[in-house]
């Protein structure tokens, strides 16, 4: 079942395989980020909630510090087993953490590629 709205992203997103846990009006559930950009992420679970639903989300990153807390997210599109979500609130904190976890994936991306840029990472 594919659920889908329009939008635009404005921000490269980077692969990544960071656990989550997430919570919305109907639910609590585990998965993993399977990229991740300075606005969203997509996320791969068992368990979907509705497109439009508001979600709190909490991102083990590389760092294992403490988890990355997303107050609040806006989920953008659902398809089987996973979801887009659009980070709504994210205080400065975690957005220096997402920032810092971000700048170092480009730097790796780069040595890699330093040529030319990854096409699966590129704006929709």
């Avoid at 709190?56 to 997303?70: F, G, N």
Wanted: net charge positive.
């Amino acid at each position: 079942m594919l659920i889908s709205q329009s939008y635009h992203r404005i921000y490269l997103r980077y692969p990544t395989q960071y656990p989550l846990i997430f919570g919305w009006a109907s639910g609590v559930s585990e998965g993993l980020v399977t990229n991740l950009s300075f606005s969203g992420c997509t996320v791969q679970c068992d368990r979907t909630p509705l497109v439009g639903a508001e979600v709190r989300v909490s991102i083990l990153l590389p760092d294992r510090t403490q988890a990355l807390s997303i107050e609040s997210g806006t989920v953008k599109w659902v398809e089987v087993h996973q979801f887009g979500l659009e980070f709504r609130h994210l205080p400065l904190n975690a957005r220096q953490r997402l920032n810092q976890t971000l700048r170092k994936a480009l730097i790796h991306r780069l040595k890699i590629h330093p040529s030319r840029p990854d096409q699966s990472a590129m704006p929709a």
